[in-house]
């Protein structure tokens, strides 16, 4: 029977058979099962469980099993496309709504959705702002609520969405279906957060937690000073475990000084930032995909759905800004379960940097008054002129503020303005929400952000087992 042919599975003992037909494996790991028949059997699970282990299977087998439609809340826009593409070729009908369509082809997937087509739909929270949507979707009956990158739900996470609030009244839309949250991240603090935001009381939705333990994985901190000793750090580890690698870097400026370095070394590697065109990234993370015994310097946007097995080391060559999002970048080395390095190089000059990051990301009540105010009277001029006469105009100091790049996203996820990065198109859609108004509130969040890079920083200097210490912020029990 081949994958593309249409198979009902309707038991709940039928979630191996699902397994085996449409993604090849004949068991399960860890605790898939029990997760799945947890939510065959109609109740609520918040899964916190490391990065590439397999959290997607949790709903798409239940997916696959119901013959209702399960909705997946996800933040990630350019990820979709790749998870649908993957679902279409193993035979499970699925598709994506999001901001990157063209009008004709969104409103014929809305069309396809209320005519009772698709099995699986991925959208981000912001969609459930749109009528068109609302409607569409009203009229289907929703199996299951998966929630991805859950942590995003809670102001305590370290990658806060303003929409994933909301997600009470998205359950409600969608008459309060079965739910999944699902993280690789999240403290207790956080998981508590998550429940409460759902409405649900802590009996109503079990607990999976996978634990953050990854045998394989070898972590490390080396002091060093200076560019010379990290790049010859990164040269010896490359050459050590000569196979696939990834070096983070907070600046796009860093990462082009060291790849300078490397080619005049003539070491072969990978680039990959944002400022690259879309075709060029895509084509760096196919060479990447492909490729033995290659590693790519990248910043943090690199990983974010990169599922390679064979991944022998992750160097950070700058301090991250949160235990959080270290564990997620380094949860994407040994994923098959071979030897593979963690390395964090630990200059502590690279901490003037992450003061300057957490200080773009942390404007006050005045400049987002300022910028709302420009945005009312300038459009014009900034549609004409481009986002470098607003920074111009706003307190503008030097050409390192960021922090007008900061208000425009936060605006954009409050829902103050819709914004697809090209200026012209911005338009204000409803006023400053209190949050950005109220400078108590603002002080909190800039704490927050500079009590995360001190713990990262005791961290580094942790003397004994480093797993230990991680598994201690996340308040899980540790065996080494």
């Not at 599975?9 to 058979?17: G, L, S």
């Not at 494996?25 to 939510?39: A, C, V």
């Not at 937690?209 to 070898?218: S, T």
Request: charged share 25%.
């Amino acid at each position: 029977m081949g994958k593309g042919e249409v198979v009902l599975f309707k038991k709940r003992n039928d979630a191996v058979k699902a397994l085996e037909h449409y993604f090849g494996y004949t068991h399960f790991l860890w605790q898939q099962e029990d997760i799945i028949n947890h939510i065959l059997d109609k109740q609520h699970a918040l899964v916190v469980a490391p990065t590439g282990i397999g959290k997607s299977i949790c709903y798409q087998i239940p997916a696959i099993i119901n013959n209702k439609l399960t909705v997946v809340i996800s933040p990630l826009i350019a990820l979709m496309k790749d998870q649908v593409d993957v679902l279409n070729k193993r035979g499970i009908d699925a598709t994506y709504i999001n901001s990157s369509l063209g009008r004709n082809l969104r409103d014929s997937r809305y069309s396809a959705l209320k005519n009772g087509k698709y099995r699986i739909i991925y959208v981000t929270p912001e969609r459930f702002r749109k009528s068109a949507f609302v409607e569409s979707i009203s009229v289907r009956a929703i199996g299951l609520l998966a929630i991805d990158e859950a942590h995003c739900i809670s102001e305590w996470g370290h990658d806060f969405r303003p929409d994933y609030t909301r997600m009470y009244d998205i359950r409600k839309i969608l008459d309060n279906p079965v739910t999944i949250a699902l993280t690789a991240t999240a403290t207790q603090e956080v998981q508590k957060d998550i429940i409460k935001t759902l409405h649900l009381e802590e009996e109503h939705i079990r607990i999976f937690h996978a634990g953050i333990d990854r045998p394989n994985l070898h972590l490390q901190v080396e002091n060093v000073l200076g560019d010379d000793e990290k790049l010859e750090h990164i040269i010896s580890i490359a050459n050590k475990y000569n196979g696939n690698g990834i070096v983070y870097f907070n600046l796009i400026k860093q990462l082009n000084n060291f790849s300078d370095l490397l080619t005049q070394r003539k070491i072969t590697h990978l680039c990959y930032h944002g400022k690259l065109e879309q075709r060029e990234r895509a084509k760096v993370q196919d060479i990447f995909m492909e490729r033995k015994n290659t590693f790519v310097l990248a910043t943090n946007a690199f990983g974010m759905g990169i599922d390679k097995d064979d991944i022998r080391f992750v160097t950070h060559a700058d301090i991250p800004g949160s235990i959080e999002s270290y564990y997620q970048e380094i949860g994407r080395a040994g994923r098959d379960g071979m030897d593979s390095l963690c390395t964090l190089l630990y200059d502590e000059h690279d901490l003037l940097t992450h003061m300057e990051f957490i200080k773009w990301n942390n404007p006050g009540v005045e400049y987002y008054r300022c910028v709302y105010q420009a945005l009312e009277e300038n459009m014009e001029k900034i549609s004409a002129y481009g986002l470098d006469w607003l920074k111009e105009n706003i307190y503008f100091k030097d050409r390192h503020d960021f922090r007008l790049e900061t208000a425009l996203n936060m605006f954009d996820r409050f829902g103050v303005i819709e914004y697809d990065s090209d200026p012209s198109g911005i338009k204000i859609i409803s006023s400053i929400p209190p949050q950005l108004l109220d400078q108590n509130y603002l002080d909190s969040k800039l704490k927050r952000d500079l009590q995360k890079l001190h713990t990262l920083v005791q961290y580094t200097k942790h003397k004994a087992d480093r797993k230990a210490f991680i598994h201690e912020y996340f308040g899980l029990p540790y065996t080494p």
